[in-house]
């Protein structure tokens, strides 16, 4: 309950946070300041003072087939998002997440695997990410648009939640790393601005999200 306690609390934070910054700098530094361990961190230390450092240790391990899978979720969203519908693109790069992380939770039993493997599929999402317009401007959007955004990343937290707990370690960690914020602030951003806004937060958060894969999992895994 002191992890979801902690989402609950901090989500909204982060979601108005990171729309006011991509309304001020644009939406790339919006992605950009998502990959920020914002809500992660006070979740580890959560799950560190409930479950102890074993649990802790096999769900951040655990937590790596998410976080490749969320490398997937990006691929196929910004690969769809030109040419189809939002609630298109959100089904069928939740569905290869979720594909990713049956498929993949089995595999990653060390930390190092989930590393290596993490590394390589970045790697390449890095060198094959898809081209977009960065001097396109975000226009103006009702004042009403923020708290539904709020509101969607609060409900679909808490179900994600309630359904990861009764997962075990390994999974829960897997499932824990559903890109809620990522979800929410691009399908609105599609919405709301099109296709190119979405794709634009997507890669500011493909490239600075190793300072959490790369160095806050791993730090976090050794100290405990």
């Given at each position: 309950m002191l992890a979801l306690a902690?989402?609950?609390?901090f989500a909204p934070l982060f979601v108005i946070g990171t729309y006011f910054i991509q309304r001020k700098f644009g939406a790339r530094w919006g992605g950009i300041s998502m990959?920020?361990?914002f809500i992660l961190a006070p979740i580890l230390i959560a799950i560190y003072i409930e479950q102890g450092s074993d649990f802790l240790y096999s769900s951040i391990v655990g937590s790596y087939a998410g976080q490749i899978s969320l490398l997937f979720f990006i691929a196929i969203y910004t690969r769809m998002a030109p040419r189809f519908h939002w609630s298109i693109c959100i089904v069928s790069a939740t569905s290869v997440f979720l594909i990713g992380v049956a498929i993949l939770s089995p595999l990653i039993n060390e930390l190092w695997v989930g590393i290596a493997l993490w590394t390589i599929v970045w790697s390449i999402s890095m060198k094959r990410f898809v081209p977009y317009d960065r001097t396109i401007e975000l226009p103006p959007a009702p004042k009403w648009d923020i708290w539904?955004?709020?509101?969607?990343?609060?409900l679909l937290i808490f179900t994600i939640t309630q359904f990861a707990e009764n997962l075990g370690p390994r999974l829960s960690g897997a499932f824990a790393t559903y890109p809620v914020m990522t979800s929410i602030m691009t399908t609105?951003?599609?919405?709301r601005f099109g296709p190119n806004s979405s794709i634009a937060l997507m890669h500011g958060l493909l490239q600075y999200i190793p300072a959490t894969s790369l160095l806050i999992l791993p730090i976090a895994a050794l100290l405990i």
């Open positions: 902690v989402k609950l609390l990959a920020v361990p539904l955004r709020v509101a969607s990343a609060l609105f951003n599609h919405y």
